[in-house]
T-cell receptor, first 109, second 116 residues
Framework: GEDVEQSLFLSVREGDSSVINCTYT??????LYWYKQEPGAGLQLLTY?????DMKQDQRLTVLLNKKDKHLSLRIADTQTGDSAIYFC?????????FGKGTKLSVKP | DAGITQSPRHKVTETGTPVTLRCHQT?????MYWYRQDPGHGLRLIHY???????DKGEVSDGYSVSRSKTEDFLLTLESATSSQTSVYFC???????????????FGNGTRLTVT
């Protein structure tokens, strides 16, 4: 299987919470990351979590890490149309990042 | 965009021609990376640099070479472009003062390359 896996699509209604999930195979990563990519743009770092943490909250974003299950999730509260984008999960690996293929989040008004 | 400029932003070239993409940073970061992004493959690492004149191969390095003669510039060269190298290329940097080895990457806005 892939090193970092994400579901490809997620559709939510405006105002609902979005949860984007990611699984990975290598537990040696020091950091795990979430990036956002809007059309025609580069990847923007949203948040990251150190591997010895279980949770990190930053305004509308909550990251949960289950190291035992090698599962990372990103919850976006009160999702807005401006949150529509592709979200990439990434894990650190010897000085670079290995990414999943991205989850396209569509937010319906 | 963390002080990263990629040039050109768009390029169309013919099969067999050499192409050089440039990444310029103003952050004095140590590490620089070239990724390509393709539908169904996400982002894949081509080459990276951990200092001036220090480079190494990534996952998809065949057909590409890089050079880093100054901290601020990282060049990606396609020696003889092929249609399979049509892609969006992203430069990224990391490793500013005080950053750890695995600090976050910051990306440029990409170069869209089409090989006809």
């Amino acid at each position: 299987g892939e090193d970092v896996e994400q579901s490809l699509f997620l559709s939510v209604r405006e105002g609902d919470s979005s949860v984007i999930n990611c699984t990975y195979t290598d537990s040696s990563s020091t950091y795990l990351y979430w990036y956002k990519q809007e059309p025609g743009a580069g990847l923007q770092l949203l948040t990251y979590i150190f591997s010895n943490m279980d949770m990190k909250q930053d305004q509308r974003l909550t990251v949960l890490l289950n190291k035992k299950d090698k599962h990372l999730s990103l919850r976006i509260a009160d999702t807005q149309t401006g949150d529509s984008a592709i979200y990439f999960c990434g894990r650190s690996s010897q000085g670079n990042l290995i990414f999943g293929k991205g989850t396209k989040l569509s937010v319906k008004p | 965009d963390a002080g990263i400029t990629q040039s050109p932003r768009h390029k169309v070239t013919e099969t067999g021609t050499p192409v050089t993409l440039r990444c310029h940073q103003t952050e004095n970061h140590r590490y620089m990376y070239w990724y390509r992004q393709d539908p169904g493959h996400g982002l894949r690492l081509i080459h990276y640099s951990y200092g001036v004149k220090d480079t190494d191969k990534g996952e998809v390095s065949d057909g590409y070479s890089v050079s880093r003669s100054k901290t601020e510039d990282f060049l990606l060269t396609l020696e003889s472009a092929t249609s399979s190298q049509t892609s969006v290329y992203f430069c990224a940097i990391s490793g500013g003062p005080g950053d750890s080895y695995n600090s976050p990457l910051h990306f440029g806005n990409g170069t869209r390359l089409t090989v006809t």
